[in-house]
């Protein structure tokens, strides 16, 4: 789904970090599983600094909010037995996440890479659309500062 963001302010390009997020609401869809709405939080911001940004997709920030993205995606489609899109994004996501470890704009990195890397064995050999190999499908807490 693409969003229409051009008529929405956003904090201008050389404004701190923590003008952009509102980590305690990402954490909050995060930990309560709703990730298609985590995923909705991180694209919007992510477009916004894509299109303010000089650096556009290649600022840091921009690709952090992309790692986390891919995160979200990973733990989304295992649940809804999308097991081919989870193990693409949720490689993404450790590649992508890696770089920013153990933390990034007060976001720890550790707890989401170790959720990750702990649920890649349990996808291999899963058919494309097996159902979620985590039963219940508990994951680590969105942790920040």
């Not at 600094?49 to 840091?60: E, H, I």
Request: aromatic share 12%; with cysteine.
């Amino acid at each position: 789904m693409l969003h229409d963001l051009a008529g929405r302010e956003f904090a201008p390009a050389d404004a701190p970090s923590w003008q952009h997020f509102d980590w305690e609401e990402l954490a909050h869809l995060w930990d309560g599983n709703d990730l298609a709405a985590a995923h909705d939080w991180l694209n919007q911001r992510w477009s916004g600094l894509v299109r303010n940004r000089p650096g556009g997709q290649a600022d840091p920030e921009a690709r952090f909010l992309q790692a986390l993205a891919y995160a979200v995606l990973a733990l989304h489609f295992t649940q809804n037995g999308n097991q081919d899109g989870a193990r693409v994004m949720l490689d993404d996501a450790l590649v992508a996440l890696a770089q920013y470890r153990p933390r990034f704009l007060g976001v720890r990195i550790d707890p989401i890479y170790a959720t990750l890397d702990e649920l890649k064995p349990m996808l291999a050999g899963l058919a494309a659309d097996d159902p979620c190999p985590m039963f219940p499908f508990v994951y680590r807490k969105f942790e920040y500062e």
